[in-house]
């Protein structure tokens, strides 16, 4: 199968899915989703042991606003959008075996959201992390879902009602990142021989009990959340960040 946005490498009983969207920003747009849930279904018939997750300089700065502000204009094409990044979030939550992001650069909105599923992030001593969304009028539906257990609900609001874009240091003391290292693939590796020891049919049963309400509450958030991307709000955030000005409810 030939991918656009991703490329897939095989080293061994690991396979890696490499983003590389075109530009240096890794954007998660329509193409990108599609080729990504594509991916996941044919890694996990394979006979591969762990998937890495890992972008081209980047790992992602979230899903691509321009896109999304031009099919803003139709709420059926929002619908699709959101669907499809719906149908990507789940098919990540809902993968068999292990998954591994290893994050340099930024991962910011649905980028970080895309670690955030994944079982281990080990994350470059330089990379950022924020949820930016709401600036826009979008929230995280996945870092609702998953947040309150990874740093509590208090240390959560902090993050996404804000904004705030945090080093990779903090966010391991936050819980969104497991290991910082110098050298990701290196501490992939070392994890993966680990998780090599370790039957994987009790590993995917580990993976899906401890899934089963997270999938139900992203769901729920994800239907909210496309009813919240019809809204004026929206629209004038999307055209703010195309048109590089302020969006109406910030004080002048």
């Known amino acids: 199968m030939e991918f656009e946005k991703l490329r897939l490498e095989r080293r061994d009983r690991l396979t890696f899915v490499k983003f590389r969207t075109g530009g240096k920003l890794n954007l998660v747009g329509s193409k990108f989703m599609v080729e990504m849930v594509d991916a996941l279904k044919l890694v996990e018939r394979d006979d591969s042991r762990v998937l890495a997750l890992e972008g081209e300089g980047n790992f992602g700065a979230g899903v691509d606003l321009e896109e999304l502000y031009e099919v803003s204009k139709n709420s059926d094409a929002v619908s699709k959008f959101f669907s499809s990044l719906r149908e990507l979030f789940i098919n990540l939550l809902r993968f068999r ?36 969304g709401m600036r826009w009028g979008l929230f995280p539906p996945v870092l609702l879902a998953l947040g309150p257990s990874i740093m509590g609900t208090r240390r959560l609001n902090r993050f996404i009602l804000t904004g705030e874009e945090v080093d990779a240091r903090e966010a391991a003391t936050m819980g969104l990142v497991d290991l910082v290292s110098p050298d990701p693939e290196r501490e992939l590796e070392r994890l993966s021989k680990e998780l090599l020891r370790n039957g994987p049919q009790v590993l995917a049963l580990a993976k899906r009990l401890r899934t089963r309400d997270v999938e139900e509450r992203i769901l729920l958030y994800m239907k909210e959340l496309v009813v919240q991307a019809t809204t004026d709000e929206v629209k004038e955030g999307l055209r703010a960040f195309v048109f590089r000005r302020t969006p109406p409810w910030v004080p002048r």
């Open 97 to 132: 075996k292990p998954v591994v992001s290893l994050v340099t650069g930024v991962a910011y909105g649905a980028s970080l959201e895309l670690a955030i599923l994944s079982d281990f992030v080990i994350s470059s001593p330089e990379a950022k992390f924020s949820s930016p």
